[in-house]
Structure formats: C-alpha cells, structure tokens
C-alpha cells in the first residue's frame, strides 16, 4: 500500500476485485458522463455491482444533484448530500453500500492520461489529496454545474 492509503493499480487490495476501463463502443475514448444508474449498469454488466467493493482502474467523480448517497473510498465511509462533490481516483477501493436508490447524481468517468499526465501531476500536487470531496459555494458550485449539463 502506498503512503497515502492507495493501493496500486495492479496489486489488488485482498479479495477486492480491479475494474478496468471499457470505453463504450462507439463513442470516442476518454471523458464518459453516466448517471447513477447507467454506473449501477455497467457495474452489473461486469458482474460487480456498487455494492460490492471494486478497485477502478479509472478516474470517478461523482456530482451528487439530489437526494443521499452513502460512498466508501479505501474503507472510509463518505455521506454525499446535494451539492457534494467526490473524485476517486484510480487503483482507490469504492463502493456504494447502499447501492444508489433515492439520489440524483451525475457521473463522470475517465482512464489515467485524460487529462494529459502533465495536468494529472498538477491535480495531484501537494495541496490535493488522493481522493477529495468537496462542497463548493454557491457561485462554484452554479459554475461547475453548468458545465456539467454542458457534458451531459
């Protein structure tokens, strides 16, 4: 395990099993934008469902709109409300106890390499930590909002 909690990509944490990322065919690789349940989807498709403990070999932010979301980053319980922002990061454990009934969220996900590593090394230097959530103010929160109706 690494300093910061991390286990890293291609040793599994024990018993948990590595998701890799699947473009969806079709579409042009990189940044792929999901509601809860198009993840929930995918995750059953692979036969790992959100809430049973997977380690994704991709970026997952998740943009909570409405409702409660309870969350689990490397074994550490996160209660996302509205307005909630969570970014894990690849080779980090997650999984979503309680599945995703009763929230509205968006979902953006994305492999390592996009954005380029050189954004990647700046995100990750010092004053961010490995996985982050963040509640941003109201005149963020309205910008970061906007962009995300944008991707969708």
């Given at each position: 395990?690494?300093e910061n909690g991390q286990f890293p990509v291609g ?13 969806t065919p079709g579409r042009p690789p990189g940044l ?98 490995p996985y982050r959530l963040v509640t941003p103010d ?15």
């Open positions: 395990m690494k040793r599994a944490a024990a018993g948990v099993p590595a998701v890799s990322y699947r473009p792929e934008v999901l509601d809860l349940p198009g993840l929930a989807a995918r995750a059953v498709e692979r036969g790992l469902p959100l809430t049973v403990p997977g380690r994704p070999a991709f970026h997952v932010v998740v943009a909570v709109r409405g409702g409660r979301l309870a969350c689990s980053v490397d074994f550490t319980s996160y209660p996302l409300a509205p307005g909630d922002w969570l970014w894990v990061w690849p080779g980090q454990v997650l999984q979503f106890p309680d599945g995703h009934r009763g929230c509205d969220a968006t979902v953006l996900v994305f492999p390592t390499g996009f954005p380029s590593a050189a954004t990647d090394a700046l995100i990750r230097d010092g004053a961010h930590v109201e005149p963020r929160q309205a910008a970061l909002l906007r962009l995300l109706d944008a991707l969708v």
